[in-house]
Structure formats: structure tokens, C-alpha cells
């Protein structure tokens, strides 16, 4: 095989972040939006790579060079993927990889992850070596800490299985979770959230605030194990007021900003089971859980405090071969 095309979705977090960083569970969801990547064998001796989404075009690394120097920041996923890859597996041929998305690296829907898990299945369809999803997630999630440093892993597994997730800490667990069609508003504050230092804020909060910090990840951690039991229960009343309960436990940590604040107040003023912000906070998307009737409401009511509605679905579909 010379090509190969290979999707996986984005990822919305429903409960648990921030806390899942320090060894708590998490449950996260697949979204319908995918991001795709073709990876090609080039007879060149090295790495092509064009990402028209995060401004990448033409970028050339010669193979024996993979991880060295300035990596521009739309590769680095990319290339430290195909690094790993050729390391644990000892290729060293050319490759050429376009990805494309279906959603704006903006959202905080979890590009970089999904386009790392792509990259990592391509490479394994693409040199004929047998693999599993518990592979794919581990040398994905390898690749995304050798870069950030820091993150539990959960946007990595969702790219890779899909559906909604009940996950622990760098994929000691992941559970899948049957909820149906869970009725979510998915809302842009217009801010790019940059994940990494919003983990360091909470770091330093941990810090100076130790007892306190632990406390409040305890409680999400039990908001967490109820909202998996309403999810199967499909009992979204449940659920929003467990997301209720956790935006609270996130504004403590300081990681919501007015904007969602606002958001979410008017989700809620306008009938929505519960709201919150989802992922690291500091700007990305808000999240609610909203009875169908009440759906158009409330989407005037964010949309009039300057929210921007995004038409998201949850998805079953992981990573797969387009091709
Ligand atoms: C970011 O979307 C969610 C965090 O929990 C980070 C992570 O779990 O990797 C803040």
C-alpha cells in the first residue's frame, strides 16, 4: 500500500477536566466533525506536509532531521507523530501528509489530537503492521506529552474510540458509555483557549492552595461517577445539574472567563437542564444540556450575550480508514 486516508473525530469534555490531569476520571465525548489525513510514500527522503488549516503549506523535514530545530507550531503534532512512529518501528521512508479539517482548530475541539491518532493509524495501515486502538492511543498519547508536557490523554482516546468515554488519567481507564442521543448545545465564545497554560494556572493554584484545590477535584471526581450513571440512565436533568454543579467548581479554580459565565447563565435562564464551560476554560466552547423544545430559546439567549452557536452532534465513530 503507497496511500491511505484516515479520519478521527473531535472531542467535547462533559465532566471532569482540569481534574483529570491529577488522576480522576473524566467523561468525554466524540463529536460528528472530523478531521482527515492521506498519508502518502514519497520517494524523497523526507517528511512533506501540508495543513491548509493551521497555515502549513509546503513544509519539507528530511527524515534523519524529525524533532530537530524549529518545528513551525501547525507541524508539531505531525512530525514528532511520525518520529515516534519510524523510531518504535524502524522505517525511515519519505512521506507526504495533507490533513483537513471539518472544524476550526479555534474551537478547542482537539485537532492536534485528532490529527496525532490519524497520523499514528495511517502509519501502521500504511507499513502493514497489526495494531489495536490501546496501541494507537499509547503511542498518540506519547506523542502529544512529548510535546505539551502535560494532559491526561482524554481528547487522544476519544479521537481513537469515539462514542462518549468514561476515562481515567492517561488511559488507565476507558470505559465506553451507551447514552443515546444526548440533546447537547454546543456554543464558541469567541476566545482561543490555550490549554497548556490554563493546566499551569491550576497548577500554581494547586500550589498555594493545596487542601483547597484537592477538595474541589475530589467533588468533581463524584460529580463525574454520578454523571456516568445518568448518561446510561439517559436522565438529562441529571446531567445538567451535575454540569451545573461542576462550572461552579471550575469558576473556583478561576478558569472560566465572564464571556462563559455569561453564556452559561443565559443557557440556563432560558430553560437548559444545566451548562458549563468544556475543556481547559479561558475562552473554546461552553457546553448544555437543553430540553428539544426549548432549544431555539436558548440558543437566542447565548447568542445575545455574543455566543456562537456551532451545530454539533455527538458521535459512535473513532478513528477509521476513509480509503
Ligand atoms: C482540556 O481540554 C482539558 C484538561 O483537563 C486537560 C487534559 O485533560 O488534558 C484541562
Redo the contacts with the bound molecule.
Sequence with gaps: MDKITVSAPGKL?LL??????YGHP?LVTAVEQRLKVTVEKSNTNGLTLNAPDVSVNDYYKPIAQLGNGEIPKGAKFVEIAVLNFFQKHKFSDGLKITTNSEFSSQF?F?SSSASTVCVVKALFELFEIKTTPKEIFDLSYKTVLDIQK??????VAAAVYGGVLYFI?GGKVIEPIIAGDLPLLVAYSGVKAD?VS??NL?KEKMQTHKEGVEEIFKNIANLVEEGKIALMEKDWQRLGTLMNFNQNYLEDLG?STEKLDDMVLAARKAGAFGAKL????GG?CMIAVVPEEKRKNIEEAIKSVGGEILDVKVSNEGVKIEI
Excluded: K, R
Excluded at 16 to 21: I, Q, R
Excluded at 150 to 155: A, E, I
Design positions: 469534555m471532569g477536566e482540569h481534574a483529570v490531569v473524566c478547542g482537539g502535560t494532559g491526561s490523554g482524554f481528547d488519567t490549554t490554563m493546566i491550576v478558569v468544556s475543556g481547559a476554560g473554546d
